[in-house]
């Protein structure tokens, strides 16, 4: 069974710069179609970076696009997210997730959030 666990959370002032990881265990990540989201309290889910398995495609929403970079690093079978220029509409609880079989464009699945297997989230909080 696919296990994630986020870690890198923490404290973050306006402008900083945080990075992500998720550990993958019980699977190769590097087979498997990885996205980021992240849900705020009363708000959707929604995906910030997702990277496709098949040739490493990536997706960025607009509210993240040139401040967010997902990567690989298939040795450590964990995938990063590095979030730099932070606001205070990025503090959040993020979460990662994997989905091995092709059902659609990266774009379309981090949208929709076509993901099979999540981990637990790992908080990103700002302060002042």
């Known amino acids: 069974q696919p296990h994630l666990v986020e870690s890198g959370g923490g404290l973050v002032q306006p402008g900083g710069s945080l990075r992500l990881s998720c550990a993958a265990s019980?699977?190769?990540?590097?087979?498997?179609?990885i996205g980021w989201f992240r849900q705020a309290p009363g708000k959707e889910r929604e995906g910030v970076s997702c990277i496709s398995a098949r040739d490493g495609s990536t997706y960025y929403p607009d509210s993240v696009k040139g401040r967010f970079t997902i990567s690989r690093d298939n040795a450590k079978n964990t995938v990063y997210l590095q979030m730099n220029s932070l606001k205070p509409e990025d503090t959040t609880l993020y979460y990662c997730a994997a989905q091995s079989r092709l059902i659609g464009s990266v774009r379309t699945m981090c949208v929709r959030g076509d993901y099979d297997y999540w981990g637990h989230g790992t908080q990103v909080t700002g302060s002042s």
């Open positions: 019980g699977f190769t990540s590097g087979y498997y179609a």
